[in-house]
């Protein structure tokens, strides 16, 4: 008990010694993403066979992105993603004329909502289309592959072979 007191005596001595005239700067908040190791799995890298250098990368938790040469890292494209589930991406598959348009089969696991998403600017935005069964972008098998691929005689067609629905 001795020791207790005399540590918060000590302790407020101290305080009571400290300058006053300490001022804190104010500094204005710059948010930037940042690269994190071991974030979680990358399972593919898929280039794009309409433009040279256009890659696109998939992980099991946290989203696609895109290849920027220019400023040589990885852009996030489903930052503002609000479905959690769709952080989970199955499969890409970007068009193999146009290099604006890809394709996203996104879901975490078996039993969460799920998705097909596509973009005609590269991933700057998508439009969402659930799917009736379940994806699992960080179940087991998760780097086998894609399987969301694009009709090549008729682009306006996607195939997407399923883990646990046929």
């Known amino acids: ?55 696109y990368l998939r992980t099991d938790v946290g989203g696609a992105y895109r290849w920027d040469a220019r400023a040589q890292r990885w852009i996030a494209l489903q930052d503002g993603q609000a479905q959690n589930s769709y952080m989970g991406v199955e499969s890409i598959a970007p068009d193999p004329v146009d290099p604006s348009i890809v394709y996203l089969a996104a879901g975490m696991y078996f039993g969460e909502p799920a998705a097909i998403m596509r973009s005609a600017d590269r991933g700057a935005s998508w439009q969402v289309t659930p799917v009736p069964f379940s994806m699992g972008g960080n179940e087991d098998g998760r780097g086998l592959g894609e399987r969301l691929a694009i009709d090549p005689d008729r682009r306006t067609n996607l195939f997407f072979g399923s883990r646990h629905d046929g």
Do not use: C, N
């Open 1 to 55: 008990m001795k020791v207790v007191s005399l540590l918060l005596g000590l302790t407020a001595a101290s305080l009571a010694a400290a300058p006053s005239s300490m001022v804190l700067s104010k500094v204005p908040y710059q948010w930037h993403s940042v690269v994190i190791g071991g974030g979680g799995f990358s399972p593919d890298i898929v280039f794009s066979v309409a433009e040279r250098g256009l890659a």
